[in-house]
């Protein structure tokens, strides 16, 4: 898909392109992720909910190798690499963790925006250092994203002179320029003011109707029942629950999935289960 075009319609297909497999993580005593298993397909948008400490910013992270996994496999755009503590083909499994690393992003909850860089020069980073491009190419790539995310007249602006809102469309923008098959976003709205959401969430919305393979991790129900084709609940290290956004949001099955929803979407227009039980 070109990532410059958020604005055409995409096709989606059953091609599985994430496939995590008995995935384990543990920091010290606490073993935060319990053998969790995930697939995601070609086009998906699945939103992962949980309370915290839940586990799931551990998943995504572990999914791009931002966290080594301890066990389990994790598959993505046709790259696998099972995690073991053998350290068995460590050249070898290095170019794949690589090779899954250039086919996705990551938009992170504090934007992690480098801040003596303008919006454009933090943009066209990844493609000039990573992917090599000239930098007439980039910068031209970097400013038709800046466009496409709503700040084309903030190019030659500094972080400090940005709100939140904005500098999260400029690491959506930054994610794009390096045109990846899959985009994992980590609580992308948690660190803004409520006025400010609608922004960063009509950007994700473009990029789920063209097409783009998402995992977010996110609170925001409304986002989930609009954009989402699945929510992933998680508590525990484990997932309890997954299914249709309007099924998990309406009638959830699992106890603890409740207990959660009464907490985040008390406000949600539509929500059947505030009198269940």
């Excluded at 920091?27 to 086009?43: P, Q, W």
């Excluded at 690499?81 to 992003?105: L, Y």
């Amino acid at each position: 898909m070109n990532a410059v075009n958020l604005h055409q319609t995409g096709q989606r297909d059953q091609t599985d392109q994430i496939d995590v497999t008995g995935l384990r993580k543990r920091f010290g005593a606490l073993e935060v992720l319990k053998g969790v298993d995930l697939t995601v397909r070609r086009g998906e948008v699945v939103v992962v909910m949980g309370p915290s400490g839940s586990g799931k910013t551990t998943l995504i992270r572990c999914m791009n190798f931002l966290e080594e996994p301890d066990a389990g496999t994790v598959s993505i755009c046709g790259r696998s690499v099972a995690c073991d503590a053998s350290g068995r083909g460590r050249r070898e499994r290095a170019r794949r963790v690589r090779s899954i690393r250039h086919r996705t992003a990551m938009v992170f909850q504090q934007f992690n925006l480098f801040p003596h860089m303008t919006a454009l020069g933090n943009v066209v980073e990844g493609p000039l250092s990573v992917r090599r491009m000239r930098k007439d190419a980039a910068e031209e790539l970097g400013r038709q994203l800046l466009d496409r995310v709503g700040l084309a007249d903030k190019a030659m602006e500094y972080p400090s002179r940005l709100s939140g809102g904005q500098k999260q469309r400029v690491a959506i923008a930054r994610a794009l320029a390096m045109e990846p098959e899959v985009i994992l976003f980590d609580e992308p709205t948690s660190a803004l003011d409520p006025e400010l959401h609608a922004e960063v969430l009509q950007v994700m919305r473009e990029l789920a109707r063209a097409g783009m393979t998402m995992v977010v991790v996110t609170h925001e129900v409304q986002f989930a029942r609009e954009v989402a084709d699945r929510v992933v609940f998680m508590d525990g290290g484990v997932v309890l629950e997954s299914g249709p956004p309007e099924d998990f949001l309406t009638k959830p099955a699992h106890p603890r999935a409740m207990s959660f929803l009464r907490l985040v979407s008390h406000d949600v227009p539509g929500a059947g289960w505030e009198h269940a039980g």
